[in-house]
């Protein structure tokens, strides 16, 4: 199965609480940014796993602009900021068990490094830039995942 890691657009940081922070203007664009790159790789997702905090919404549907709608799209509370990581894993070891192939998760620092941690072992959690993705490797019947790689919107700005 592969797993693709998002963590959240930019987001502004006054809000009534954690769980209602937009993303800014630039946290939309680095995401429309990412999706654009993305989508020449892996243009659809059987699944995508969204965190039910506002920006994690706001960046799915920015990067949902650039990606075919052809998988099903879930919000899943297990994916806020404090979520645990090996529930996450469990989750996505019954999805692969299903036969999921493509799954596309959005969320926040530190669940999104610490999961790529649980999925891949041998990997020490690896900080995330806004809007940025890993790419997991993952095989269900090890139960364990290679990192293949992870991008961020600065390091696609200075390729070009």
């Keep these: 199965m592969h797993v693709y890691i998002m963590r959240h657009g930019d ?10 922070r937009p993303l800014t203007h630039c946290g939309v664009v680095e ?7 993305l989508a020449a790789q ?21 990067f ?5 709608r052809s998988g ?3 919000t899943l509370e297990m994916l806020t900021p404090s979520g645990d990581a090996r529930a996450v894993g469990d989750y996505l070891q ?4 299903e036969g999921v192939e493509t799954v596309m998760i ?9 999961l790529v941690s649980t999925l891949c072992p041998e990997q020490c959690p690896p900080m995330f830039a806004t809007a940025g993705i890993a790419h997991i490797d993952y ?17 696609l700005a200075t390729a070009m």
């Design 11 to 20: 987001a502004a940081l006054d809000a009534a609480s954690d769980a209602q």
């Design 31 to 37: 995401s429309q940014q990412m999706s654009r790159w």
């Design 42 to 62: 892996q243009p659809s997702f059987d699944l995508t796993l969204v965190s039910p905090f506002l920006r994690a919404q706001q960046t799915y549907n920015a």
């Design 64 to 68: 949902s602009e650039n990606i075919t």
């Design 72 to 74: 099903h799209v879930e």
């Design 94 to 97: 019954g999805l692969a068990s």
């Design 106 to 114: 959005i969320s926040h620092l530190p669940l999104v490094g610490y």
């Design 139 to 155: 095989d269900a019947k090890t139960a364990r995942g290679t990192l293949c790689w992870q991008e961020s919107p600065s390091r």
